[in-house]
């Protein structure tokens, strides 16, 4: 079993609609949890990152974490066209440990 | 400032040729990591550097080997290419004591035939 855990997709919404993309991990050693995201054929960036149970807001992007049940989430309010990217889930605790990244689709 | 680049861009490589993928930052980080992706499967790491004059396995380092030339620079080796390695090439810096972000590279797409 990976230490991240990540639904691969690919997921298909309608412009507008709210997106939620969720990861499990199993390493409770792990103290950051981070999201990045990779348009294709381009290099993986942050989008956001926190230490902390609880949500981060950064504009449309929510990022909410349960170090209880050890599980993160995205949420994308407003989805966008220029939203369709894989989106990557990422842990660190010594080293960083991506999931295996879920493809979204935002259809005008 | 280009931040990672990574030559080349794409190879194909026959079975048992040798090649080295090349990295180099200009944000002066101390860290460098190789990092491989596959439909599926995320982003691996193979090797990684947490300063210069050292290097240590990641997840999947068979096969590979690395040269952490300087602060700038980290190669990636491959001595006998095999179909398994077919794959996208990522290198990636950070600073971890600015912060815990990893900067990529745009990748080298690669194809052992």
């Known amino acids: 079993q990976k230490e991240v855990e990540q639904d691969p997709g690919p997921l298909s919404v309608p412009e507008g609609a709210i997106v939620s993309l969720n990861c499990t991990y199993s390493?409770?050693?792990?103290?950051?949890f981070m999201w990045y995201r990779q348009y294709s054929r381009k290099g993986p960036e942050l989008l956001m990152y926190?230490?902390?149970?609880g949500n981060k807001e950064d504009g449309r992007f929510t990022a909410q974490v349960d170090k209880s049940s050890k599980y993160i989430s995205l949420f994308i309010r407003d989805s966008q066209p220029s939203d369709s990217a894989t989106y990557l889930c990422?842990?660190?605790?010594?080293?960083?440990?991506f999931g295996q990244g879920t493809e979204l689709s935002v259809k005008p | 400032n280009a931040g990672v680049t990574q030559t080349p861009k794409f190879q194909v490589l026959k079975t048992g040729q040798s090649m080295t993928l090349q990295c180099a930052q200009d944000?002066?980080?101390?860290?460098m990591y190789w990092y491989r992706q596959d439909p599926g499967m995320g982003l691996r790491l193979i090797y990684y550097?947490?300063?210069?004059?050292?290097?240590d396995k990641g997840e999947v380092p068979n096969g590979y080997n690395v040269s952490r030339l300087n602060k700038r620079e980290f190669s990636l080796r491959l001595e006998s290419a095999a179909p398994s390695q077919t794959s996208v090439y990522f290198c990636?810096?950070?600073?971890?004591?600015?912060?815990?972000?990893?900067?990529f590279g745009p990748g080298t797409r690669l194809t052992v035939t």
């Open positions: 944000m002066n980080h101390n860290s």
């Open positions: 550097s947490a300063s210069e004059g050292t290097t």
């Open positions: 990636a810096s950070s600073d971890a004591q600015v912060s815990y972000e990893q900067y």
């Open positions: 990422g842990n660190q605790g010594g080293k960083l440990i």
């Open positions: 926190t230490y902390s149970s």
């Open positions: 390493n409770s050693a792990f103290q950051y």
